[in-house]
């Protein structure tokens, strides 16, 4: 089974600063990816960044980063340069391989971050 | 491109009424989804559909059916509607073959149920 454990409901940041959202997951795949969406208040979900277990770096994507530390479990993602827009509700999720193919998403509880002027 | 197109956006129902609600989507994906979203809970999969002609229960299946009628639609029913089941509703679907094809969502369905 496949848990996904963000422990900060909440989270505060000022524009322009930087900001680490946590992320720790438990699995017995030995392959998995790891993703985070972004959800505003508008309610659609966005797809921010992957990073796949076997990958040699850490996933970048323009000002999201996701800092994987297999070893700890954890795959944080930590976005620079907070923005207004960056206000909103973020899921980390997983997904892991099974047999021949792979299985669904599995979503935390999400951490909403407030960023402020 | 619409991407995945859920109907209707919102919906009241009262206790033991039925109902389906309807996604579509035109990329197409292999895999489609149904999530619900409750506070404090993240998203937590209903059933799934992992290719045309299969599906399968996800973590929260009971009170739910699903139907997967082509590649494009997969469909979710509420035969009696319980004020449990008062949730936001998402569909989605992914490309398949490869670990890291992200899930695009629809845009939601807001159900009350009273």
């Known amino acids: 089974a496949q848990k996904i454990t963000q422990t900060q409901p909440g989270m505060f940041v000022q524009e322009k600063e930087a900001v680490t959202l946590d992320c720790t997951y438990d699995?017995?795949?030995?392959?998995?990816?790891l993703f985070w969406y972004k959800q505003p208040s508008s309610g659609e979900m966005i797809f921010l960044i992957y990073?796949?277990?076997?990958?040699?770096q850490n996933a970048t994507e323009g000002r999201y980063s996701l800092n994987f530390q297999k070893a700890r479990k954890s795959a944080n993602l930590v976005i620079s340069a907070s923005q207004l827009g960056d206000s909103a509700m973020y899921f980390c999720?997983?997904?892991?391989?099974?047999?021949?193919?792979?299985?669904?998403?599995?979503f935390g509880k999400g951490t909403m971050l407030l960023v402020s002027p | 491109n619409a991407g995945v197109t859920q109907t209707p956006k919102f919906q009241v129902l009262k206790t033991g009424q039925s109902m389906t609600l309807q996604c579509a989507q035109d990329?197409?994906?292999?895999?489609m989804y149904w999530y619900r979203q409750d506070p404090g809970m993240g998203l937590r999969l209903i059933y799934y559909?992992?290719?045309?002609?299969?599906?399968d229960k996800g973590e929260v299946p009971n009170g739910y059916n699903v139907s997967r009628l082509n590649k494009r639609e997969f469909s979710l029913r509420l035969e009696s509607a319980a004020p449990s089941q008062t949730s936001v509703y998402f569909c989605?679907?992914?490309?398949?073959?490869?670990?890291?094809?992200?899930?695009?969502f629809g845009n939601g369905t807001r159900l009350t149920v009273t």
């Open positions: 989605a679907s992914s490309g398949q073959g490869a670990i890291g094809s992200p899930l695009h």
């Open positions: 699995t017995s795949d030995p392959s998995y990816g």
């Open positions: 990073q796949g277990s076997y990958d040699q």
């Open positions: 999720a997983m997904r892991g391989r099974v047999n021949s193919g792979y299985s669904t998403l599995t």
């Open positions: 990329m197409n994906h292999n895999s």
């Open positions: 559909s992992a290719s045309e002609g299969t599906t």
